[in-house]
C-alpha cells in the first residue's frame, strides 16, 4: 500500500484515510500529509469484534466503525472522489454501488482461504473449532461481497483461479496490478554478504510468520547447524516472539526485532529464508529478497504467485531436510548463489516493479469510470 501510494501521488489527486494503532505513527506517514492531496488518520478503531454469535468473520467485525464509515463519506462527497479503493478483505463492508464512481478491493489475501490452511496445523481442539467456526463465517463473507465490487485485485493469477472456482461471475473483474515494490529502492548486492548467515524477515503480528519461524527453528534449524556449526540465523521484524520461546541454540539465533530500513538486513546476510506454511496472497518481503539479491529458500506455499520451479528465482523445499540441504548448499557455493540471485532480481524488475504495476492500476480505474459514464447513454438510447 505504502509504495503503491507513493506512486499515485504525482499522478492523481490522492485522498488517504489512514488507520493507525498509535498516535505516534502519524510522524511515519508524514511524506503523506505533505505529498498527498490530503491525509486523514483513525486512531485504535474501536470496532465490534465481541459480538457473540455473530455470521460476521472476528476480522471484518474488528473493523466495523461508525466514524470511519462516516469519514469515508465525507472525504468522497467534500473532496469530489472517482475512485474508492479498499484495502483487504475486512474492508470490503464499505462498499457502496455507486452510479458514478469507482469502488475496488484489495485482496491481500484470500482470506478463507488462508484460515482454511491453517486449520491443518492448529494441534488445540478448541483453536481449531474457533479456526473452523471463523473459516464457514469468512467463506460465507466473502464469497457474497466480492461479486459487488467494480474490480477485485488479486496478488496473483493462482489467488484469481482460486477466487474464480467458487465465484464465476468475477471473471473478467479481476486485477493482478497491486503486489509490487518500488525496485530502484533496492540496491542489488549478489556477492559479499557475511558467510553462513540466515534471514528470517517478517511482522509477527502476522499468524502465518510465528507459525513459520517456530517450525523453522525447531526442525529446521538443527539440521542446518548440524551441517554448518558456524551458522546464525537472524530474526528481523515488529513484534518478535520472546527468545525464551525459541529453542535454545545460543548464538545461532540473533533477535533483532523491528528495524528502521529492511533493505539493511536484506542488503547484509547471506540466504533469505521464508518458511511459510500458510496464509494466502503473495509474500512481499520476497520481492524484496530478490530485488535486492539475496537469494532465497522457500517452501511451495510461501513462494506462491511467483514461482514453482525449484532453482528458477529461488530454492523451492517443503521438510526440513530438502530445506536444510538448500540452505547448506548455497553456503557452500557462492557462485550458485549469484546466478539464482541474478534471475530473480531481473524478473521482479520485469514483472513487479510498482511504476510498472501502478499505471496498469490507474488503467483499470479508467476503465470503470468510463464503462459507468456510457451506460446512462446506453439505457437512454434504448428508451428512444
Sequence with gaps: MYQTARELMPLCSLHLVILLDHDWEQWDHAEFAQSAASAEYLVRLEGKPKEFGSILPYAVREFANADLDWLL?????????????????????????FHRIACLLFEHDVYFQSIGRGLAGTRSLIRKTKATFEYLRALRYELKILSK??????CSSENGNYLLSFIPSLAGKLDDNRAGI???????????????????LGSFRH???????????????PRVLQRSPEARLIIVGADPPPKHSLPDFGEAIELRGFV???????????????????????????????????PVVSTKLGAEGLTDKD???CALA?????FSDKIVELFANPGKA????????????????????????LESYRTVLQSKAIKPQMNADKRG
Design 338 to 361: 549469484s546466478q539464482l540471485a541474478t534471475r530473480a532480481r531481473e524478473r521482479v524488475v520485469a514483472t513487479r516493479d510498482m511504476r510498472i504495476l501502478t499505471r496498469k492500476l
Design 73 to 97: 463519506h465525507r472525504q468522497i462527497y467534500t473532496r469530489a472522489v472517482d475512485v474508492v479503493q479498499l484495502e483487504y478483505t475486512a474492508l470490503g463492508q464499505y462498499h457502496w454501488d
Design 149 to 154: 465490487f467494480d474490480r477485485v485485485q488479486v
Design 182 to 200: 518500488q525496485t530502484a529502492r533496492y540496491e542489488f548486492k549478489p556477492n559479499g554478504r557475511e558467510p553462513h548467515t540466515m534471514l528470517f
Design 318 to 322: 517443503d521438510s526440513p531436510d530438502e
Design 207 to 221: 499468524l502465518p510468520n510465528l507459525e513459520a519461524l517456530d517450525w523453522f527453528t525447531r526442525k529446521v534449524l
Design 260 to 294: 528502521e530500513d529492511v533493505r539493511e538486513p536484506l542488503s547484509r546476510y547471506a540466504v533469505f529464508v521464508c518458511p511459510i506454511l500458510s496464509g494466502s496472497g503473495m509474500r512481499v518481503k520476497l520481492l524484496e529478497a530478490f530485488a535486492a539479491g539475496i
Design 311 to 313: 532453482g528458477e528465482l
